[in-house]
């Protein structure tokens, strides 16, 4: 074709389409005439998307991984190992800072996250804030705050808990009386009461009965005011005798709450450091 007439049909063709896009054709004709003529068009449905925000992305970011930590604790068969969820999940970032040329675990993805490894030693947030940025309301800054009472290895959860894996619920790093017993050992539980020939008290083999491990609004730790957490057990007409006790307020007064010198547990006969 003469190049003169190549000239008036591409001119030809030009008209045409600014004529229909110009007129009064439905958007769905000047998509089929605008998808005929040029590549790249934009679907009829597309939206154009709204100026980037760097804090949205990262947010966005963390909350797909832990979805993902949550569907991979979900999916998990138990194999009598209790498993962190974002260490599950592969989530290392919820944690770790991470870096090209780092060490240790990387996930197989695609994106330019998934390709880096943990940096040594360095973490998302100081080791103080770490944990309680999942677990509110645990770490001893939250408990003081509501006016409880904190166990002093709340400043560090790694004192108790293993951040990845552990063969005992709750990522203890050992069985829970073990794990009580590597502080209090030499004055509190049934092994030191046995130990010194002496009368334990049976919840003494289980600390979290009448204690709980994290904080609370009694003194020691109790679960609930010492009293009311003797007569769980010791209610009137088992073991307790009401009128052998009437007028007597507090348990404490005249008993150990975790060995004697026999079942009584007076404090007569031996008076233990609450």
């Not at 030809?12 to 389409?17: K, M």
């Not at 009829?44 to 604790?73: C, F, G, H, M, Y």
């Amino acid at each position: 074709m003469p190049r003169s007439k190549r000239h008036v049909l591409l001119l030809w063709l030009l008209l045409v389409l600014v004529s229909l896009l110009a007129g009064g054709c439905s958007r769905e004709v000047r998509y089929q005439v605008l998808t005929f003529f040029f590549t790249g068009v934009p679907p009829l449905d597309w939206v154009p998307p709204e100026e980037t925000n760097p804090a949205q992305i990262a947010l966005e970011a963390r909350e797909r991984r832990q979805l993902k930590s949550r569907r991979a604790q979900a999916d998990r068969v138990f194999t009598g190992v209790y498993a962190h969820g974002p260490y599950v999940g592969e989530a290392c970032a919820e944690c770790h800072v991470m870096t090209v040329g780092g060490f240790g675990f990387r996930s197989g993805g695609s994106s330019e996250t998934e390709k880096k490894t943990i940096a040594p030693g360095q973490f998302v947030l100081p080791p103080g804030e770490l944990c309680v940025a999942c677990h509110a309301g645990k770490g001893n800054a939250a408990v003081q705050t509501a006016g409880r009472f904190a166990h002093g290895p709340g400043w560090n959860c790694l004192t108790c808990h293993e951040p990845h894996n552990s063969k005992e619920p709750y990522l203890l790093k050992a069985a829970a009386n073990d794990l009580c017993q590597r502080c209090h050992g030499n004055s509190k539980g049934n092994a030191a009461a046995q130990a010194a020939d002496l009368y334990s008290h049976g919840p003494g083999w289980n600390c979290v009965s009448c204690h709980d491990p994290h904080s609370s609004k009694e003194p020691a730790l109790l679960t609930v005011a010492a009293n009311d957490l003797c007569r769980q057990c010791h209610g009137a007409g088992f073991i307790h005798d009401a009128d052998l006790h009437e007028g007597l307020v507090d348990c404490l007064d005249c008993h150990n709450p975790h060995m004697g010198r026999d079942a009584t547990m007076l404090r007569a006969d031996l008076r233990e450091a609450f």
